[in-house]
């Protein structure tokens, strides 16, 4: 139990850090930060889906572009006030994804994979080809929330979008709920076999996870005040898979760590930006084959390594970690 | 053949997969409280029958009753609600679980409360000698081990009625082996269990169970004590290719 209490100590002492930090950092900071904290909320819901529940999906990025454009538009064909627009636009992301986890029951795995895929391509295209109700390519311009480009207030709105998100994630994965995902992760037939609903709890999967990613869509268009159907781009994609797997799939902290670090390091390399791309990809090649837990595996290792110095070469992980005989 | 003493009734079980037929016809009851073998040589179709009992498959022809209501096309989750419990061939376990949380998600699903569950499961790891690994990641243990929390798991289940299980004794250690011997006797006289098992160890089969059932080219070809089915003209070809 004593785990989970510096855990929460750990995460709030976090959150603390972060409410105080735009008074010691620039707008300019605080900006790249409220940006990584819309990635961190589509990679952690991500991991909710295809880390914890095994759905790998390839078109989230499309759910959070969905979002962005069913309140943006909303707001400006229908004029309908924020309070209706954005949670209009996450049940329409919940609605179509719930769809798409309902045409996608008997799938799994590359099948999976392309269909939420070839999903993201046909939104992404929608909105590009019908320009003159989306605004296609030149983009559609979002009215802004707080109605100032001044980063701080949408800092603090993604700050506490992130949290409740986390919050909302660990909520699940400690309940029953949590447990089902995990089992149908690892064995669906097993899973059905033991009296989990599993079409039941694969649309949940969908419809939270992509409720989320719709939500951080809505705020994001209304804290940047112009939205694109890059959005719907492909590397979005593989941007939110890069951050989870960096940071640690199928951990909490991971794909929030995952996408704040690498959002924050690309920022630093921005003046070389045709190196950044490369440093990013070493990077990626160095974790999957040393260390493909992530950072946290990194840390892991790390802490670890310092156990064993300490107790003289015997680690209370190390105990755990051998037998493996059974994972033929 | 309706008689109120039978919990499992198939009757003409076809099932057919492509241009093969692996159950072809198969009719057999097994009775409340009993433990009934299922043999027949590879390929047979014992594990086809099963899947369909349990919900994996449909039935392309006949019909399966389950305490007189037919369940086949039923979901497996649904089945499993109705107090049927199975096991796999290979075990199918939950890897990245850990053995406790493995045995909770029986409890969970039927909806047993926490302290109910947990205690449950603590007292039947203790009984499989599991229960110093119970916190440990699944995929720390053994071959036999996952065979054998794959037992128990079912037996998480509360009334549980039907257990139907796939090869238990297959490559387990003799000392796992007993364990889930013991149990499968246990269940059976205390909570008055009923058991098909699949197995091709005819020593264990003849000492566990008072009646068995041969399967050939998926239809059934005998049925009896393990003496009488072993004299059985038609059985021993089978088993022998002739």
Known sequence: MNLFHTKYLVFLILVLFAAFLPMYIGEYWQYVLTIAFFYAILAASWNLLSGYTGLFSLGHHSFGMIGAYTSTLLMTKAGIPFWMSIPAGILLTMLMSSLMGIMCLRVSGLYLALITWAFAEVARNYFRLHYTFTGGDRGLESPLLFGTIQPTPYYYLFLGLLIATIILIVLIMRSRIGYYLKAIRDDSIAARSMGVNIVRYKIFAFAVSSGLAGMAGAFYGHSIGLISPIMGDFNEMAMIIIFVVIGGIRTMPGPVIGAIAVRILMELLRAQSEVRILILSLLVIIIMRFFNGGLLELYRQIKQWINKDKNGGTSAYHEIETPKQGES | ?242
């Open chain 2, 1 to 242: 053949m309706n008689n109120k003493n039978n919990i499992l009734e198939m009757d003409n079980v076809v099932k057919i997969f492509g241009g093969l037929k692996a159950n072809n016809g198969v009719s057999f009851e097994v009775e409340k409280g009993e433990i009934r073998g299922l043999i027949g040589p590879n390929g047979s179709g014992k594990t086809t029958l099963i899947n369909q009992i349990t919900g994996i498959y449909d039935t392309t022809e006949g019909h399966i009753r389950y305490k007189g209501k037919k369940i086949n096309g039923l979901q497996p989750d649904v089945i499993a609600a109705m107090g049927i419990m199975r096991t796999f061939q290979v075990a199918r376990v939950f890897l990245n679980m850990t053995v406790l949380e493995n045995m909770l998600i029986p409890a969970f699903t039927q909806g047993q409360s926490n302290n109910e569950a947990n205690t449950r499961a603590e007292e039947l790891l203790d009984f499989a000698l599991l229960s110093r690994l119970k916190n440990k990641p699944t995929k720390s243990l053994s071959g036999g081990q996952f065979m054998l929390l794959q037992i128990v798991r079912g037996f998480m289940r509360k009334g549980l009625e039907l257990y139907v299980m796939d090869e238990p004794f297959a490559g387990v250690h003799q000392s796992i082996k007993g364990i889930i011997i013991k149990s499968i006797k246990m269940m059976n006289q205390d909570k008055n269990v009923t058991f098909l098992i699949v197995s091709h160890e005819m020593a264990t089969i003849s000492s566990l169970c008072s009646k068995v059932t041969v399967l050939d080219k998926g239809a059934r070809i005998a049925e009896g004590s393990m003496k009488e089915v072993a004299n059985i003209p038609e059985v021993i070809d089978a088993y022998l290719g002739g």
